[in-house]
C-alpha cells in the first residue's frame, strides 16, 4: 500500500486503510527525523482505544500503552549501537506480552525478526509531502 499525505488531517485517512490490514503484533517503522512516525503512531492508538497521552520513546527506548485489546510497547532504537543492546532491554518478553510492538528505527534489530511474522512502514518527508509504503 502506498499513500502521499500533505497534512495531519490526512494520518487519519492513513490509518483507517492500515488498520484492517495489521495482522501481526510487530510494526517496523522506518523513516528520517520528523517524518512522522510517532505522530502516526499517535493516531493509530487513538484509533484502537488508546487514551493514553502517546510521545516518543527516544530518551525512555520503550513507552507502555494500554489498550482494551492488550498493552502496546512503542520502542525508538535510535540509540542502540547494537544487537546487544536490543536484548538488553528485554526485546523478545515485550514481543511475547504484547498486542502491539511498534518499533521506531528497527534497522539495528530488524535482521533479527527474520523468520517472525510483522508489518513494516516507511515515511519519507519530502517537505511538502509524505511519501508513506506499508507492507
Known amino acids: 500500500m502506498h499513500f502521499e499525505i500533505k497534512n495531519l ?34 493516531v493509530l492508538l487513538k484509533n484502537l482505544g488508546s487514551e493514553d497521552e502517546v510521545n516518543s520513546p527516544t530518551y525512555s527506548i520503550v513507552n507502555e500503552y494500554n489498550l482494551p485489546r492488550g498493552k502496546v510497547f512503542h520502542f525508538d532504537l535510535y540509540r542502540l549501537k547494537s544487537i ?3 536484548y538488553d532491554i528485554g526485546i523478545e518478553e515485550y514481543l511475547d506480552n504484547a498486542f502491539l510492538c511498534i518499533i521506531e528505527w ?3 534489530y530488524e535482521e533479527d525478526l527474520e523468520g517472525l511474522n510483522f508489518h ?6 519530502n517537505g511538502e509531502t509524505r511519501e508513506i509504503s506499508f507492507e
Open 120 to 125: 513494516s512502514m516507511s515515511i519519507e518527508n
Open 84 to 86: 546487544d543492546e536490543v
Open 106 to 108: 528497527p534497522e539495528v
Open 9 to 42: 488531517e490526512q494520518w487519519q485517512d492513513v490509518v483507517n486503510e492500515i488498520l484492517p490490514q495489521l495482522k501481526h503484533n510487530i510494526l517496523l517503522l522506518k523513516g528520517n527525523l520528523g517524518a512522522g512516525k510517532t505522530t502516526f503512531t499517535q
